[in-house]
């Protein structure tokens, strides 16, 4: 059958344009997945290294990661160990590194390969089999291990596997990591380095769903019982679409069997019925009808990625994108909780936190994109501790929580604001924006000559920051208004005197240029949109 296909990437063409049909040659994307031994370019992106299946994530390809980061380990280099948290490679072999999986095609024997090489080298290991990404944030810590392996996309299509690392304070492996396992590995990958498969000696499981309630029970951010109370004993709906991912049975073993929680999408699909697995608007379909479907007087839906670590939500009335949900979170946890410390976000997200947090006296930071850049807020040594943390992609955790973002605590939280307000999610956003104004946020962009990919274009629109400095009038549609401040951690951000911005930033890897803008009204928007397109050409030449 292979030999119909120059490749995996023309079968995995075939297979995606009839998921029904021809699920059977997922064989045949095996067979390229354990024979192809091309070399592929490893860049950890802002959530681990990922790559087609049979194409560059292949079994030979996977053993050159494993092998270069056994290799950066066995170095000892003091600011990697820094970073990683440990005195050094002897620390690392007894402390042990956990290993596991969504519930993707070939992820098992992925693991395996993962697993013998590391054992070969000394280190202990646990096999966390199916998982979700915050569980292994939680179980590094419950565990006191020294990092963890987790193969996971996260909401890539059907044809992608991934790569995550995490290192031994449980959150995403910063660029001092990264950096070293990428040099070693491309220079591996640049040698055309052929590594033989390693059985594991033995492989040791672990349950990390168990590990993760004990863990979320420890930490007391949220209150289980108050929101077990809740599900028994209110007019409520809860609609949960794992669409097809690893975050199947994880909500019943946290909050028991109940008819008032309806599970989506459950089953076992490696092709995940033929959609991009991620919480999309366009994905929430079946959650929509469900809520609507229902006569419950509390309606609360989500949708959550294959991996556990991005969620959408919705009521009865509207969708609920993080963009507004992280700031409704803080609100809660501040202002009904009593926890105490700064708001953050990453740059391109809503600015309703920030308006929620100068009305309470509060500190707001804004990071560049990726999770990563979270870390410092974090971490419990932190003299500026997060109460909240959140990314307009769906991405969120909390105070004393995870360092990885987490949509089973989003969820929980979720129930818990429910519960506590005695409010849907729509009406507790819109006591908000009454009290503290209303915002819309979007997102879009334009496509740039493949010239201008990477640096070029970096360079390029690097000059708006200077053109638009604070106190620069912008008219904007039919309004002039003044730049109030200006952003440059990720891109350039402009924010208004009247409370809106817009965001110009390049793609690192496309000829793109992405707009992220927030306007006061619903129909203001598109004059937003207008402006940054007209301040990108500018800034580009490319003329009005």
Request: charged share 25%; hydrophobic share 40%; aromatic share 8%.
């Amino acid at each position: 059958m292979a030999c119909e296909f120059k490749d995996a990437a023309s079968c995995w063409k075939e297979i995606m344009s009839d998921v029904s049909k021809n699920r059977g040659l997922l064989s045949v994307i095996e067979k390229f997945a354990g024979e192809n031994l091309s070399p592929a370019k490893v860049v950890f992106g802002t959530s681990g290294w990922r790559g087609e299946i049979g194409t560059d994530f292949t079994f030979n390809n996977l053993r050159i990661v494993t092998s270069a980061i056994i290799e950066m380990l066995r170095s000892n280099d003091k600011p990697v160990m820094q970073a990683m948290g440990v005195s050094g490679f002897e620390e690392v072999k007894k402390r042990g590194i956990i290993v596991g999986h969504d519930n993707r095609f070939l992820g098992p024997e992925f693991a395996m390969e993962v697993i013998g090489l590391l054992q070969k080298s000394g280190i202990k290991t646990w096999y966390a089999a199916e998982a979700v990404t915050p569980e292994f944030s939680a179980g590094i810590e419950m565990l006191n291990a020294a990092c963890s392996i987790n193969l996971t996309p996260s909401h890539n299509p059907a044809n992608y596997a991934g790569f995550k690392f995490n290192p031994a304070d449980g959150g995403p492996a910063g660029a001092e990591i990264t950096a070293r396992i990428e040099d070693v590995a491309n220079r591996m990958m640049s040698e055309s380095v052929v590594i033989k498969p390693i059985k594991p000696e033995s492989v040791e499981k672990i349950d990390l769903n168990s590990l993760y309630i004990k863990y979320i029970f420890m930490r007391k951010t949220l209150d289980i019982e108050r929101i077990k109370d809740f599900i028994n004993k209110e007019d409520c709906i809860v609609c949960i679409d794992n669409v097809h991912g690893a975050t199947r049975g994880r909500i019943q073993r946290i909050l028991g069997e109940s008819d008032k929680i309806i599970y989506l999408r459950t089953e076992d699909d490696f092709l995940f019925g033929g959609v991009a697995p991620e919480p999309s608007e366009k994905n929430m379909r079946g959650v929509e009808k469900a809520l609507k479907e229902s006569r419950a007087g509390f309606r609360l839906g989500v949708i959550m990625d294959p991996d556990g670590d991005r969620i959408r939500f919705a009521d009865a009335k509207m969708q609920i994108p993080m963009n507004y949900f992280g700031a409704m979170a803080f609100h809660f946890l501040h202002v009904h909780k009593g926890i105490q410390g700064i708001g953050v976000k990453s740059v391109g997200t809503s600015n309703l936190l920030n308006a929620i947090a100068g009305k309470l006296g509060i500190p707001v930071k804004e990071t560049r994109v990726g999770f990563k850049n979270f870390r410092p807020y974090l971490l419990k040594t932190a003299q500026e501790r997060a109460v909240v943390a959140f990314e307009e992609s769906d991405g969120i955790t909390g105070y004393n929580h995870t360092l990885e973002k987490d949509a089973i605590f989003g969820l929980l939280l979720a129930i818990e604001m429910v519960a506590v307000t005695g409010k849907n999610l729509s009406e507790y956003l819109g006591d908000i924006m009454d009290e503290f104004g209303h915002y819309y946020p979007d997102r879009s962009g334009i496509a740039v000559g493949r010239s201008l990919t990477g640096e070029p274009l970096i360079k390029k629109l690097s000059v708006i920051s200077s053109h638009y400095k604070a106190g620069t009038e912008v008219i904007i549609g039919a309004n002039k208004r003044t730049v109030k401040n200006v952003i440059t951690v990720d891109g350039t951000k402009l924010v208004f005197d009247d409370g809106s911005w817009l965001m110009i930033r390049p793609s690192g890897t496309e000829p793109k240029v992405r707009f992220y803008i927030e306007a006061r009204t619903e129909e203001g928007k598109k004059a937003v949109f207008e402006t940054a397109e007209r301040i990108t050409k500018e800034a580009l030449g490319m003329g009005v």
